[in-house]
């Protein structure tokens, strides 16, 4: 049978899948294993498929609890979000900082819910009101920052405490990640946030952009590759989220180390 690394590496979703299927078929109790077809799992957005791993692997190994508190959570904050992007629920503002981030969440759940007069309104106000946020991304300096999807612009995603929502950039103070280490880490990126409050949180960001999951490219689902297509509002992003610095150059989330604000 073929490996499912090699699989995953060329891009065969669905052979890989297929290869771990049936190697923790064939060894139910090969933890390895497991831990892979969980995170791969999490990559095709088959969240119950990825609790169902989770709660087998802490039946293996106590071990393995903290890892499956911490990702059903996420799992629980990525079924929230998918329930906003369908209009189901309002999108969550996890910090709010002026009511400008206020106009830019309001603006989201309106367009989400087909109302797009609303939407723009408060997206041009949320926009208009929205301060430079100058500082450096890694080694590089800019003068300002947002999201190259304009249903986001001037915030960024993020799971805080179980809790998936916007944050703006200008309520920030630093975010530091060390990369992505395993595959589960290009649905979250885990980072450090520390707010201008000073306030310090863990958090993880979702690294691709809402529907990914739903694609049938390799490359966007593991977030290699972005793709955009044309939405109610605009451009909207598929694949790994991109970050538009001031001097035009944007940047994958998945090469975030070090962004501070001045």
Known sequence: MPNADDLLRAGDL??????????VRRAPDDQPSRMFLFQLFCILGEWDKAKAQLKVLTQLSPEAQMLAVAYNLAI????????????????????????????????????????IDDAEAARLRAFDAAPDTPGRFNDQDFD??????????????????????LVPFDAVRKITSDGPQDLRDLVWLPVEIEFK??????????????????????????????DWREGSRGAEGLGQKLWSLGNGEDVGILALRHLAFA
């Open 14 to 23: 669905d052979g890989a899948r297929q290869a771990l299927v049936e190697r």
């Open 144 to 165: 300002w920052i947002a999201d190259a999807d304009p249903r986001f612009g001037p915030a960024f995603e993020a799971v805080i405490h179980g809790r998936w929502g």
């Open 76 to 115: 629980d904050a990525e079924i929230e979000r998918e329930k906003a992007f369908a209009g189901q629920v309002p999108p969550a503002l996890l910090v709010n900082t002026s009511p400008w981030a206020g106009d830019l969440a309001v603006a989201l759940g309106a367009g989400l819910q087909g109302r």
């Open 197 to 226: 409050t000073g306030q310090g949180v863990a958090a993880i960001l979702p690294v691709r952009y809402p529907a990914t999951q739903d694609a049938t490219d390799a490359n966007l689902l593991l977030a290699r590759a972005t």
